[in-house]
């Protein structure tokens, strides 16, 4: 099953849970913070300077606006994918919270020679939203949640640890593009130049593969997996912008069929968002994701699959996990593999094969 940044009923109980609770955490996160205890982790790393006149910064955001006095020593990411923007940067942040992979530190192969000799990060766990009491011990002097969904309740109490920037106001949750995400993590730790650089050098890779494939503009396409039948990702979700970067375009009703979300479960008689002219599917393995679509006989019908236009990505790959993962670290990765099985899709020839990539 692909992992999703967090599951609908899992974010309502994260919701629920925040609103119940930061009141009674709040005098035990406040007293942590204060203490003089010696479990907080090591000092996370951090290399190269800071722009000249980087701080103090103002971040603006959905709860308003935070202001960061100095060039931040100790960060903790509450959001799922913000810590490959802190490595790109130099910056080892000394929290981060687990997401996918089970990788040791919360920190992707794609990205673990960024850590250097640091010492990895402590993971956190957000199944009920942000752990405050364990944040509060790594002594963070900044918190950051881009990409997530924290409430009004959890960032409140959150800066009552340390200065937080929640997710931005004019994207859904889960929904702030890795340019604004990187650039925004630069901005806050006094590096937003080289995060302009950062970004440049991955949006040229993008318009490289363009170039090169010129038949990818204007092409429909879309990424699904198989989640509870069929679930569907938006616009503003950063698997779907990665097709658009490329020159594709999405279904024209697709946000209108999902709503205000990252993505959303489809019902059969919506089958027809499905039928683009590249579908890629995210699945548990090739094998099963392939045999659960062939017993279906309306997606059987569908042009999609009888033209073979589709690319299978097993999700529990590192090919998988950089398809969801999306960051100015992983994306390098993702493109090499995923580009030339677009081109295989979208060739005119069914029987072109779109060969698997690990």
Not at 248 to 266: E, H, S, T
Request: charged letters at 20%; one cysteine or more; a neutral charge.
């Amino acid at each position: 099953m692909a992992r999703f940044p967090l599951l609908s009923a899992v974010r309502g109980r994260a919701r629920i849970a925040g609103a119940l609770t930061s009141a009674l955490l709040l005098a035990g996160v406040l007293t942590a913070c204060g203490s003089g205890s010696d479990t907080a982790a090591a000092p996370g790393g951090s290399s190269g300077a800071t722009d000249p006149g980087a701080f103090p910064v103002t971040i603006d955001h959905k709860y308003g606006s935070t202001k960061i006095e100095k060039a931040p020593q100790r960060v903790v990411t509450v959001g799922l994918t913000e810590q490959d923007a802190l490595l790109a940067l130099g910056v080892v942040p000394v929290g981060t919270t687990e997401w996918l992979g089970n990788f040791p530190g919360a920190v992707g192969p794609w990205a673990k020679d960024k850590l250097g000799n640091a010492p990895l990060p402590t993971v956190l766990k957000d199944s009920d939203g942000p752990q405050f009491e364990k944040i509060a011990a790594l002594k963070p002097d900044l918190i950051i949640g881009l990409y997530s969904a924290l409430t009004q309740e959890q960032y409140s109490t959150l800066s009552k640890i340390a200065p937080t920037i929640a997710q931005p106001k004019q994207y859904n949750d889960y929904g702030i593009p890795w340019q604004e995400a990187t650039k925004t993590v630069g901005k806050a730790v006094g590096k937003a130049k080289e995060a302009d650089q950062l970004v440049q050098g991955v949006e040229d890779q993008f318009a490289k593969a363009r170039s090169a494939h010129p038949e990818f503009a204007g092409k429909t396409a879309l990424m699904a997996t198989q989640y509870d039948g069929y679930f569907v990702y938006g616009s503003e979700d950063p698997r779907s912008r990665i097709l658009t970067d490329l020159g594709f375009k999405l279904p024209a009703n697709l946000d209108q069929a999902i709503g205000d979300k990252f993505g959303a479960n489809i019902s059969a008689e919506r089958t027809d968002l499905l039928n683009v002219d590249a579908l890629v599917w995210i699945v548990d393995t090739i094998a099963n994701g392939q045999a659960t679509l062939a017993k279906d006989k309306l997606y059987s019908g569908l042009n999609v699959a009888k033209q073979k236009r589709e690319v299978f990505i097993e999700d529990s790959s590192t090919y998988g996990s950089t398809t969801s993962f999306v960051s100015v670290l992983s994306l390098p990765y993702q493109l090499e593999r995923l580009v030339p099985q677009l081109a295989a899709a979208v060739d005119g020839n069914p029987a072109t094969e779109v060969k698997p990539a690990g």
